[in-house]
């Protein structure tokens, strides 16, 4: 069984993942208003990786034997402005996200549950890569600039996103 403290912890990062599920689902809406579909696809592909880590914990929770509890969701703001803005609301996300795990590995390690700091390491890595690629994104944005054309064929790339795999872990 999970100590409460962490089977508590566990599910306010379910929350945390879900919540960051959803604003990335509104960015993706408010790109395809804005007329950037590459851009919504890339923020829909988000959408979906939120999704997969948080089912992630979903079934590790049970696995464990303890239970799932889920709360409301807030509902998401994207800031208005330029792509760039969006973008940099995305990175807050992550870092968000990253402090997080952060403090839920350290709950884990705190109470000796191996099991979660070595299924929590997953999610570590994880959010490396996702900061990753998206300073990627805001250093293209910076150097793409006012210039329109440049901006549309990072709108074309980001539209290329594929899914990634789940690792292949369970
Ligand atoms: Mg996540």
Avoid: C
């Avoid at 579909?37 to 089912?55: I, K, L, N, V, Y």
């Avoid at 290329?160 to 690792?167: I, K, L, S, V």
């Amino acid at each position: 069984m999970l100590p409460d403290r962490l089977s508590e912890a566990i599910n306010k990062q379910i929350h945390h993942e879900l919540q960051s599920a959803y604003t990335y689902l509104a960015m993706s809406a408010h790109f395809e208003n804005e007329g950037f579909d590459g851009f919504a696809h890339w923020m829909e592909m988000q959408h979906s990786e939120e999704m997969m880590h948080a089912m992630k914990l979903f079934r590790y929770v049970h696995e464990r034997g303890a239970r799932v509890k889920l709360v409301a969701l807030e509902a998401p703001e994207v800031r208005q402005g330029k792509p760039i803005v969006v973008f940099e609301q995305a990175l807050e996300t992550e870092k968000a996200n990253t402090s997080a795990i952060h403090e839920l590995y350290s709950i884990a390690n705190e109470l000796k549950d191996y099991a979660t700091v070595s299924h929590l390491k997953w999610f570590l890595d994880e959010q490396v890569e996702e900061e990753n690629s998206i300073e990627t994104i805001l250093a293209h944005m910076r150097i793409a600039g006012e210039d329109p054309s440049a901006l549309l064929l990072l709108n074309q790339q980001l539209g290329q996103r594929t899914p990634e795999a789940d690792d292949g872990e369970e």
